[in-house]
């Protein structure tokens, strides 16, 4: 990126994040009329320092699930060979990712029987 010198690239510069900051508030608005769903990563999983230690695979798979959960329960139902089809991973590498989930207590997986898709919730932290 070219470093901004001399008046007309400071003007220039405030002229292109204005712009920008309208864009996203117009986007962000729009999202929430419109209801799209989204999902939201609050401050306390960098001040909890839950993102240091998440890795880049499990980040990856909470974005995936938080995207995928029932907004008002917080579960999802996807199983692992669905999401990695969608990532074109191994099953196991997803299983890893949902491992180092449940030791950062992000997420817990219960399994109502055997053979059965395991229900994923997202847990507060």
Known sequence: MEKLKGPQKK????IAMAQLRRNYGKWRKDKLIKKDGFF???????????????KGNALKVYVYLGI?????TGECWHSVERIAD??????????RALGNLEELELIQRIQK???????TFLKPY
């Open 40 to 54: 939201i990563i609050y401050n306390d999983f960098y001040i909890s320092e839950k993102l240091k230690h998440i």
């Open 68 to 72: 995928h959960v029932k907004n008002e």
């Open 11 to 14: 003007e220039e510069a405030e």
């Open 113 to 119: 029987g055997f053979k059965r898709v395991a229900n």
């Open 86 to 95: 969608y990532f074109e991973m191994d099953k196991r590498t997803v299983e």
